[in-house]
């Protein structure tokens, strides 16, 4: 996420190779002891956190739709519906069932024996 928007984090957060096998990262462990305090501190202050942290995503998304609005040529909205409602409606269908399907297969994996 920095990296996409130009901000470079200094190599000792992003990763700390230890006996050149493995490597570190010292950002993971400053979050996880930042929602513990947080969290250490109580409810509502996880409460005010987590409302934060839902700003936070949301003006990153409002970003992005944003960002991507600049390039939005509108010659690839003609026509816009080539297949009209009933097109959307099969599509949404189609989706549904195939997400429905997706859901029965993971079900069944996960009560599938050795």
């Known amino acids: 996420v920095f990296v996409a928007v130009g901000v470079r984090l200094p190599a000792v957060f ?38 934060a942290l839902t700003k936070v995503n949301l003006l990153l998304v409002v970003l992005v739709i944003g960002a991507g609005s600049m390039l939005v040529e509108g010659k690839n909205y003609v026509p816009f519906l080539p297949h009209g409602v009933v097109g959307v409606e099969r599509a949404a269908a189609l989706t549904f069932f195939a997400m429905l399907g997706f859901d029965a297969a993971t079900s069944l994996a996960e009560e599938t024996v050795e």
């Not at 990763?15 to 490597?23: A, D, E, K, T, Y």
């Not at 010292?26 to 409460?47: C, N, R």
Request: aromatic share 8%; no cysteine; hydrophobic share 45%.
């Open 14 to 51: 992003v990763n700390l190779p230890v006996n050149g096998v493995i490597s570190i990262s010292l950002t993971a462990p400053l979050v996880v002891a930042g929602t513990g305090y947080t969290a250490y501190k109580g409810v509502k202050a996880m409460a005010r956190f987590n409302n």
